[in-house]
């Protein structure tokens, strides 16, 4: 299957910083990248969908201020949590679906995750 | 309601037992429907994959969908230590429309 990766895996910043989260998709390309949170036993929520160029478009009650989110290319999108505070603290997990003909339809391959700890 | 409905578990089974893994859902507007594998701190990675109504099986798992009751399910045969993770169920309308996810059981099978 396709391969997205996620990086960092891991990251600790302190309150009122912003961490830059990347997601590439290392074999194909993505056309649409999604963004979700996981808080601890919770399922997976969609943050945001991004298309390659364009706006991302946000769920509700997400803040487009605080997660900006950024897919410049076909195999990267970025996710800028801004002014980060505890609450933020989540794992993000970011999927990529390919251009029609690749993978199975409506297949989004996860990243491994990037687990964020604000202090 | 919520859209999908899944119970957390935990689900504790001995080594070679069958798993039955369940979901029920609100929106009869999904049609397709999957199954991933989280296991801890990772990303979830795709088990199975259904559109539609009917049976899926693809070696020790497979995967059902009743759309008349709303209601999918996966089975586990002969279950190793190594299935321990948690299972997602997730459905979407179509295309790339956003995925929607289930909360997860968690899966524990005993050596």
């Known amino acids: 299957g396709a391969v997205v990766s996620q990086h960092p895996s891991w990251v600790i910043c302190k309150s009122g910083t912003s961490v830059k989260i990347e997601c590439r998709s290392l074999?194909?390309?993505?056309?649409?990248m999604f963004w979700y949170r996981q808080f601890p036993k919770q399922s997976l929520m969609l943050m945001a969908t991004?298309?390659?160029?364009?706006?991302?478009?946000?769920e509700q009650g997400v803040e487009k201020d605080k997660f900006l989110i950024n897919h410049a290319s076909l195999t990267l999108s970025t996710l800028t949590v801004t002014s980060a505070h505890p609450e933020d603290s989540s794992f993000y997990i970011c999927?990529?679906?390919?251009?029609?003909?690749?993978?199975?339809?409506?297949?989004?391959?996860f990243g491994p995750g990037t687990r964020l700890t604000v202090l | 309601q919520k859209e999908v409905e899944q119970d957390p578990g935990p689900l504790s089974v001995p080594e070679g037992a069958i798993v039955s893994l369940n979901c029920t859902y609100s929106?009869?507007?999904?049609?397709?429907f999957m199954w991933y594998r989280q296991y801890s701190r990772k990303g979830p990675e795709l088990l199975m994959y259904?559109?539609?109504?009917g049976n899926k099986e693809d070696g020790r798992f497979t995967a059902q969908v009743d759309k008349s009751s709303k209601y999918i399910s996966l089975f586990i045969r002969d279950s190793q230590p190594s299935d321990s993770a948690t299972y997602l169920c997730a459905m979407t309308l179509g295309g790339y429309q956003k995925v929607t996810f289930g909360i997860g059981t968690k899966l524990q099978v005993i050596p």
């Open positions: 259904t559109y539609s109504s």
């Open positions: 074999d194909f390309q993505a056309t649409t």
């Open positions: 991004s298309n390659e160029g364009s706006k991302a478009t946000y």
């Open positions: 929106n009869s507007a999904f049609q397709y």
């Open positions: 999927s990529a679906g390919g251009s029609p003909g690749q993978g199975v339809h409506n297949e989004q391959f």
